[in-house]
């Protein structure tokens, strides 16, 4: 004969640990962020993968000031693109 199982009415789940895109962590996106190095050296030309990779850098730091609330990626993301066009034109010029 085959007895039910009762559960204990408690329902356990695991947490997904938050981890960054490894894009976002990657030391040379870093390292251009927060470089002092010559402005020639730095932004002559922008490859177009470097640059998104600057571009989600900068939405994902603006993103955090935020804490994260949603409903501005967009937003955040034209911020970013801005942000980070503005450095390197005011870099082209120095």
Request: hydrophobic share 35%; with cysteine; proline share 3%.
């Amino acid at each position: 004969m085959a007895t039910k199982r009762e559960s204990s009415g408690k329902k356990t789940t695991r947490r997904k640990s938050a981890t960054a895109a490894p894009e976002l962590t990657d030391r040379s996106v870093m390292g251009v962020l927060e470089s002092k190095q010559s402005p020639a050296s730095v932004c002559a030309n922008i490859d177009p993968d470097s640059r998104r990779r600057l571009v989600a850098a900068e939405a994902y730091f603006r993103a955090e000031r935020r804490g994260f609330a949603s409903g501005h990626e967009l937003e955040d993301w034209v911020a970013a693109e801005a942000a980070v066009d503005s450095r390197a034109s005011a870099m082209r010029s120095a």
